[in-house]
């Protein structure tokens, strides 16, 4: 993938990001905020961080129509996988 689609992937995620911060009734502000500025810096986060806003993702127009696994690989180039939910994902089940 190139660089300009992840930027512009990034910019999307942090337009979408500020526009959740600026809700009052948003509970989870620290995190979101967290995941921005890491966004900003051009860090990748973690899987788990993304999962726990995804369902705010899930709710935009351009992804209605999408699945959660769908979502995750479409933003894919802005995680990383932590190695403990990777040991995690190879032993369940």
């Known amino acids: ?8 992937k990034r910019e999307l995620l942090i337009y979408y990001l500020n526009d959740y ?3 009052k009734d948003i509970k989870m502000k620290g ?3 967290n995941v921005k500025k890491k966004l900003e810096i051009d860090k990748p986060i973690s899987i788990r961080q993304f999962l726990s806003f995804i369902r705010f993702i899930e709710r935009e127009r ?6 959660r ?3 995750v690989k479409y933003f894919s ?6 190695a403990e939910d990777q ?6 089940g």
Request: aromatic share 8%; net charge negative; hydrophobic share 35%.
């Open 1 to 8: 993938m190139n660089d300009t689609n992840k930027d512009m």
């Open 21 to 23: 911060l600026s809700k």
């Open 31 to 33: 995190l979101l905020s």
């Open 62 to 67: 351009p992804f209605k129509a999408n699945s």
């Open 69 to 71: 696994e769908e979502i």
């Open 77 to 82: 180039p802005l995680l990383y996988i932590q």
């Open 87 to 92: 040991f995690n994902d190879t032993t369940a």
